[in-house]
């Protein structure tokens, strides 16, 4: 789920349509997309695929009628075929509480229809000024979700990993202070952002097997610094081995969040699936989808973290 870092203000339909994937980060297809307004902003937005037939809509999203109760609900079916995406709304229609406000909308790749019998009104999908505006703002809208999730695959190969753990590993031999080390890197890389070598990467990615380093570095983290944080994390995930990145993954997940990208904290906990990670942090990322936290309860989680006993999970 998507919660929108500064207020979005929708004044048209086709304004919504046309800003749905700057806030998603990805141009959505096959997918229900759902809008939560309120006075004319938008609270939060989620996309889960289109059910089959069988299906109910992924139950994650029943928490958001629940947290929004005065809100108008916006859900798009957004499908090269408008009888597909209308016959699903209505299968859909019947799983909401009777008291939600709501109303449907099918989005195909040059049109927008509120009515199955209507012509549509067309919208700019590729050129429209919200996607410009999220480009230059650095926040750029990938073609697909799966153009997403290649964010976080791996961009060194085994071998250049391998050797860097070679390397790594001797020089700890003379200094083997490896969270010492990773702390003063964290530090600088925080003070002076940049790109950081392969052998950094190594480093960061075997410190954040450490429960106490990750945790000192996320929970003492600021919304202020998340930006930051996230483009090091990245780098951290994309070069380091698959099955290793687990603290790395949290990290990047957690960052996003925070940056208003829910899209990928939902990528990078889909991933944590596959590869192991830290219990307690990931139970956190599932948590902030199921009960549709929007980042402004960071500071809340913070403060219940600092009251709670530390457990075997981490936490």
Same mark, same amino acid.
């Given at each position: $789920?998507? +919660?929108?870092?500064?207020?979005?203000?929708?004044?048209? $339909?086709?304004?919504?349509?046309?800003?749905? !994937? /700057?806030?998603?980060?990805? +141009?959505?297809?096959?997918?229900?997309?759902?809008?939560?307004?309120?006075?004319? +902003?938008? @609270?939060?937005?989620?996309?889960?695929?289109?059910?089959?037939?069988?299906?109910?809509?992924?139950?994650?999203?029943?928490?958001?009628?629940?947290?929004?109760?005065?809100?108008?609900?916006?859900?798009?079916?957004?499908?090269? *075929?408008?009888?597909?995406?209308?016959?699903?709304?209505?299968?859909?229609?019947?799983?909401? !509480? #009777? /008291?939600?406000?709501?109303?449907?909308?099918?989005?195909?790749? *040059?049109?927008?229809?509120?009515?199955? %019998?209507?012509?549509?009104?067309?919208? *700019?999908?590729?050129?429209?000024?919200?996607?410009?505006? #999220?480009?230059?703002?650095?926040?750029?809208?990938?073609?697909?979700?799966?153009?997403?999730?290649?964010?976080?695959?791996?961009?060194?190969? !085994?071998?250049?990993?391998?050797?860097?753990?070679?390397?790594?590993?001797?020089?700890?031999? *003379?200094?083997?202070?490896?969270?010492?080390? #990773?702390?003063?890197?964290?530090?600088?890389?925080?003070?002076?952002?940049?790109?950081?070598?392969?052998?950094?990467?190594?480093?960061?990615c075997l410190a954040s097997h450490d429960d106490g380093f990750l945790d000192?570095? @996320?929970?003492? $983290?600021?919304?202020?610094?998340?930006?930051?944080?996230?483009?090091?994390?990245?780098?951290?995930?994309?070069?380091?081995?698959p099955s290793c990145r687990g603290g790395a993954l949290v990290a990047l997940?957690?960052?996003?969040?925070?940056?208003?990208?829910?899209?990928?904290?939902?990528?990078? @906990?889909? #991933?944590?699936?596959?590869?192991?990670?830290?219990?307690?942090?990931?139970?956190?990322?599932?948590?902030?989808?199921?009960?549709?936290?929007?980042?402004?309860?960071?500071?809340?989680?913070?403060?219940?973290?600092? %009251?709670?006993?530390?457990?075997?999970?981490?936490?």
């Amino acid at each position: $789920m998507t +919660h929108p870092t500064s207020p979005t203000t929708i004044r048209t $339909m086709t304004d919504l349509v046309e800003v749905i !994937p /700057t806030l998603l980060g990805f +141009h959505p297809c096959d997918s229900i997309v759902v809008v939560a307004v309120e006075d004319g +902003h938008v @609270l939060v937005t989620a996309r889960a695929d289109l059910p089959r037939e069988e299906e109910r809509l992924a139950p994650a999203l029943d928490s958001l009628w629940r947290r929004y109760p005065r809100a108008l609900f916006l859900l798009l079916g957004f499908c090269a *075929d408008p009888a597909v995406a209308w016959a699903t709304l209505a299968r859909v229609d019947a799983d909401l !509480p #009777a /008291t939600t406000e709501r109303r449907y909308l099918v989005v195909g790749d *040059d049109r927008w229809f509120d009515a199955p %019998d209507g012509e549509g009104t067309p919208y *700019d999908r590729l050129g429209n000024v919200h996607v410009a505006r #999220a480009a230059f703002e650095g926040r750029p809208v990938r073609r697909s979700r799966a153009e997403l999730a290649a964010l976080i695959e791996t961009s060194r190969t !085994p071998e250049e990993v391998a050797a860097s753990l070679r390397r790594v590993e001797a020089s700890l031999q *003379d200094d083997g202070d490896l969270l010492g080390r #990773a702390e003063a890197l964290l530090a600088a890389h925080l003070a002076d952002p940049g790109e950081l070598d392969l052998d950094d990467v190594t480093l960061l990615c075997l410190a954040s097997h450490d429960d106490g380093f990750l945790d000192r570095h @996320l929970w003492g $983290m600021t919304p202020q610094e998340a930006r930051v944080q996230q483009r090091l994390w990245l780098q951290v995930v994309r070069a380091s081995v698959p099955s290793c990145r687990g603290g790395a993954l949290v990290a990047l997940g957690l960052t996003s969040w925070l940056c208003g990208e829910g899209a990928l904290q939902v990528v990078c @906990l889909e #991933a944590l699936g596959r590869v192991a990670g830290p219990p307690g942090w990931i139970d956190l990322l599932d948590l902030v989808n199921t009960a549709a936290l929007s980042p402004n309860h960071w500071d809340a989680l913070v403060a219940g973290h600092r %009251d709670v006993p530390a457990t075997a999970s981490g936490f």
